[in-house]
């Protein structure tokens, strides 16, 4: 299994960016993903979620990225998104990549993407 993230990078306040996470080794469309992150000497919080094609693709988004930011899954190329727009200071952090198997609810993650956003 492998979760490939790109996308990251350093960009002024107000801007945007979008994360992508390329999938391998796993059947995408019947796993649930999600995007973390983790500011230093902060925990790793769950950013946004979506669930399998079989689950009805349901998001949920934790409150302060509510509005700004959108997560979508392309089942056809096996890529999970992260649309980032309106990017605030405190978003600053390694963003990863999760997937959940069927199941066993197993977690894969990927090896994270930095995104900093300069006030």
């Known amino acids: 299994v492998q979760l490939v993230e790109s996308g990251g990078g350093l960009v002024q306040a107000g801007g945007s960016l979008r994360l992508s996470c390329a999938a391998s080794g796993i059947t995408f469309n019947f796993n649930d993903m999600g995007w973390y992150r983790q500011a230093p000497g902060k925990q790793r919080e769950l950013v946004a979620s979506?669930?399998?094609?079989?689950?009805?693709?349901?998001?949920n988004y934790i409150d302060s990225v509510k509005g700004r930011f959108t997560i979508s899954r392309d089942n056809a190329k096996n890529t999970m998104y992260l649309q980032m727009n309106s990017l605030k200071p405190e978003d600053t952090a390694i963003y990863y990549c999760?997937?959940?198997?069927?199941?066993?609810?197993?977690?894969?993650w990927g090896q994270g993407t930095q995104v900093t956003v300069s006030s």
């Open positions: 999760n997937a959940v198997s069927p199941i066993i609810r197993r977690n894969y």
């Open positions: 979506i669930t399998s094609t079989r689950a009805g693709s349901g998001r």
